[in-house]
Nanobody, 122 residues
Framework: QVQLVESGGGSVQAGGSRRLSCAASGYGYSNGYCMAWFRQAPGKERERVARIDTAGSITYADSVKGRFTISKDNAKRTLYLDMNILKSEDTAMYYC???????????????WGQGTQVTVSS
């Protein structure tokens, strides 16, 4: 019963920044759910960009460490991904996902948003 809606995608110049948002709704949603951002570019495997689990532990893909920040506003039931120093290789469809209660790599993602496209030009 969790619905996730991403927003904030668009075109940006390399070196620029954008904030992606994922609004969560539904009676089954809990602020303690494991949440993550994924991305997928054409011809490439889906990649988990960032995750915050039930315990609050945050992990990032090596490719975005130091540039991206995942955060939550529990009052707004919204997950964010702040993307900085964007590179052309960051071009992808970005999705947020919820795994329910989960810890670290035991998170299993059941709910997905529709995705928002981020295109970075050089």
């Amino acid at each position: 019963q969790v619905q996730l809606v991403e927003s904030g995608g668009g075109s940006v110049q390399a070196g620029g920044s954008r904030r992606l948002s994922c609004a969560a709704s539904g009676y089954g949603y809990s602020n303690g759910y494991c949440m993550a951002w994924f991305r997928q570019a054409p011809g490439k495997e889906r990649e988990r960009v960032a995750r915050i689990d039930t315990a609050g532990s945050i992990t990032y893909a090596d490719s975005v460490k130091g540039r991206f920040t995942i955060s939550k506003d529990n009052a707004k039931r919204t997950l964010y991904l702040d993307m900085n120093i964007l590179k052309s290789e960051d071009t992808a469809m970005y999705y947020c996902a919820s795994a329910g209660l989960g810890f670290g790599d035991n998170c299993r993602y059941t709910y997905w948003g529709q995705g928002t496209q981020v295109t970075v030009s050089s």
